[in-house]
């Protein structure tokens, strides 16, 4: 009997596990002083030594723990699972691993999927110690994290120490492998630029694209290696396959696909401004969509069907303003490099506009100065520009050579970066000729005083067109 109550008798403990217990070999070196690094101190055929997790770890093999699964009729939760020893993860007949970044929930067969806040080992041998979040409600760590381990194997696959989450239901996801990391890390319209990781024991690289093979070396120390793909067409997928070669034998093998970038939209100009709006128009190109950036905000415009132009408004903009904007062709969420312009929205039309004198041959005009905006006058089928004066206060033109007595109709607009008001128009005269002496007969039921006459008589020539500016004598005559 030991100090714990049971016995110590490895007979007994296959017959009768409940009071019995098997003894367990325990290696001083293990338990006292750790490990070498990457080995762990395990139980082994009831014999507690260092051990590689590499080479003792437990299969887990769910196809439900898929990101790419959404079927949550029957939910799992990870907390009711007692974790023990390191763990490999698969897919279906493929390596698998925890994915690295925030998993959408009502995935992986569960309500809060699990993903590890970081990056995997990029060090064969190496072992790590990672965060492990879960989403739920538009946060990617909503419920209590935790905590487990992670190593690179030499087979170029993790192997976990997994650990119970902290509540249900909560479940480790999992997602294709990928220990290199290889990935496109930029594009434009002709090349696409690839990365990945050097690992341990690799002296070379096969690349393989449109049935060609490419030998890479791989560089002195670690780090990570680049190799850019040139002559390429605009919008266009394609699949690039890696080689890692180990000691002249080609030890892993991984597909990429890749998308360059979009060419940019043609032909972007303003198609019509008006105070508070700018109206685009592009020519559209293949089945890419577009981001128009202003400011520092962005709308998204999706490619309407069939052919032609495409157009879009901008609103709530200022009147008698530049603005810039940038467009982008967007083709599997690439971006093209991006067009600018600059556009205009139209001014204000001028305040207080009127005629304030006439002759018989001139009109003069005025109204009020809009920022430092010109103008343009138009009337009988001719235009005329007037620039801004300097300061402020009213602006005043002229028109002449005009025939007396007639009437005229005079539009203005306020003109900024070339674009026009919507414009305000006015009918004023000229001044008739002179009249030396007119006799107006005039009846009234009651004595007129002259004042009263005199009024009378500035009004009927105000009704027919004859300005204020005449002299008027009256003279009773009896009947």
Known sequence: MNDSGRWSDEDCALSLPFICYAPMVTSSTCVETGCPSGMECLSNNAVVQCIDPCDNYTVLNDDWRSVNNTNNTTLHCDQHINWEGWYRLYLGQ????????????QRCGTHHPLW??????TQTNEIVTRTVCNAWVGSCCYFTSHTIQVKLCYGYYYVYKLAQPSTCSLAYCTAPHNAEDFRASGQNETSITLQWNKLNNISSFIFQFNGTETNISAPDGPGVITHTVSSLTAGTKYTFTLIYVSHGVRSNIIQLTAITAPS??????????TETSITLQWNKANNTNFVLELTGSETSITAPDGDGAVTHTVSSLTAGSKYTFTLFSVFENIRSS???ITAATAPVNAEGFGSSAQTETSITLQWNKVNNTNFVLQFNDTETNISAPDGAGAVTHTVSSLTAGTKYTFTLFSVFENIRSSGVSITAATATDFVFGINVRLESLTRLSETELEDAVAELFRKYGVPPEVSISVRS???
Do not use: D, F, T, W
């Open 116 to 121: 590890i806040n970081g990056s995997h080992p």
């Open 477 to 479: 005559v009896k009947p």
């Open 338 to 340: 991006g067009v600018s």
């Open 94 to 105: 493929s390596s698998a691993q925890i994915p690295e970044q925030c998993i959408e929930e």
């Open 264 to 273: 940019n939209p043609e032909s972007l100009k303003p198609l019509n401004q």
